[in-house]
Nanobody, 120 residues
Framework: QVQLVESGGGSVQAGGSLKLSCAAS??????MAWYRQAPGKERELIST???????TYIDSVKGRFTISQDNAKSTLYLQMNSLKTEDTAVYYC????????????????WGQGTQVTVSS
């Protein structure tokens, strides 16, 4: 069982930066990710990190967001720069992906989420 706790969310003006952290109760070497869910929208996978695939990003955050992992601290990070109002969402970290036929990768463990609000 892995428990995940996000922190670092908050309110920032457009163009600003935030760094999210996700502390894991145990070391996770089974792939981790950041998702977000904006009001009225479906949850969206935005970035992943794994030993197999390295790092991945969706186009809308590429070049602005950086995912990283400190294995010694069992912590996942998401550095978010040049924030836009459309980045406003609740951000979730997830750990331990597995392939589910017909559904693709799914993650077993989830954090409670941290709110990020970007104002113009």
């Amino acid at each position: 069982q892995v428990q995940l706790v996000e922190s670092g969310g908050g309110s920032v003006q457009a163009g600003g930066s935030l760094k999210l952290s996700c502390a894991a109760s145990a070391f996770s070497n089974c792939g981790m990710a950041w998702y977000r869910q904006a009001p009225g929208k479906e949850r969206e996978l935005i970035s992943t990190i794994s030993s197999e695939d390295g790092t991945t990003y969706i186009d809308s955050v590429k070049g602005r967001f950086t995912i990283s992992q400190d294995n010694a601290k069992s912590t996942l990070y998401l550095q978010m720069n040049s924030l836009k109002t459309e980045d406003t969402a609740v951000y979730y970290c997830a750990a331990c992906r597995s392939w589910v036929p017909g559904r693709g990768f799914e993650y077993e463990y989830w954090g409670q989420g941290t709110q990020v609000t970007v104002s113009s």
